[in-house]
């Protein structure tokens, strides 16, 4: 069954800090990994898509792996600001179909 | 170039009742998918349209449908409504479909009494 699991389910952190959050998919046969960034109320923004081929991209202070031997993907945040608070969705998309897998998401807690 | 597009932007109705929602994806956008996102479930895909074709349905009732307009606009309806379709409503656009970047619009909260 194409699955899509993230952890953990929420995290608090300290301003300035950096945290990595993960995911791992089952999904098969893989086309492309997508993170999501999802402000409370609002539709989600994509952070970054990474496929096969790539192990990492990155985008101003958020840089994603891609690990698609071992199926499993991370989110690493540099130097957090109170503007990151939000969810953070893990997709994956099969080639086959070009369905969205979507994980269940990462709630982001930044305090000052 | 404008986002995806969505109206209203909040919802009330009663149970039985019956609501329909609006998307206007990005100029040039063929694709565009409908998702219902609650806090237990997460955000579940409800169906895709492609140039006016339902190419990807998800595993909702009958009581979720959608179609796609010739000016790539979409609606998606939902009839006898329950306390349950309580939930924000997301659409996203893109050019070709989940091969690609889809594109959120800021969702619909629909909200069942």
């Known amino acids: 069954k194409n699955q899509v699991e993230q952890s953990p389910q929420s995290l608090i952190i300290l301003e300035g800090k950096n945290c990595t959050l993960q995911?791992?998919?089952?999904?098969?046969?893989?086309?492309?990994l997508r993170w999501y960034k999802q402000d409370t109320g609002r539709g989600p923004v994509s952070l970054t898509i990474?496929?096969?081929?790539?192990n990492t991209k990155s985008n101003g202070r958020y840089t994603a792996t891609l690990d698609a031997d071992t199926k499993q993907s991370s989110l690493h945040i540099t130097a957090s600001q109170l503007s990151d608070s939000a969810s953070y969705i893990c997709?994956?998309?099969?080639?086959?179909?070009?369905?969205?897998?979507f994980g269940q998401g990462t709630t982001l807690q930044v305090k000052p | 170039k404008a986002g995806v597009t969505q109206t209203p932007r909040y919802l009330i109705k009663t149970r039985g009742q019956q609501v329909t929602l609006s998307c206007s994806p990005i100029?040039?956008?063929?694709?565009v998918s409908w998702y219902q996102q609650t806090p237990g479930q997460g955000l579940q895909f409800l169906f895709e349209?492609?140039?006016?074709?339902?190419?990807n349905k998800g595993n909702f009732p009958g009581r979720f449908s959608g179609r796609q307009f010739s000016n790539s606009r979409s609606e998606m309806n939902v009839s006898t409504l329950e306390l349950g379709d309580s939930a924000l409503y997301l659409c996203?656009?893109?050019?070709?479909?989940?091969?690609?970047?889809?594109?959120f619009g800021p969702g619909t909260r629909l909200t069942v009494l």
């Open positions: 996203a656009s893109s050019d070709s479909g989940g091969r690609l970047e889809q594109f």
């Open positions: 995911c791992n998919y089952t999904v098969s046969p893989f086309s492309n």
């Open positions: 990474m496929t096969f081929s790539e």
């Open positions: 997709v994956v998309s099969t080639s086959n179909t070009g369905k969205l897998i």
């Open positions: 100029s040039g956008h063929r694709s």
């Open positions: 349209y492609f140039s006016e074709t339902q190419r």
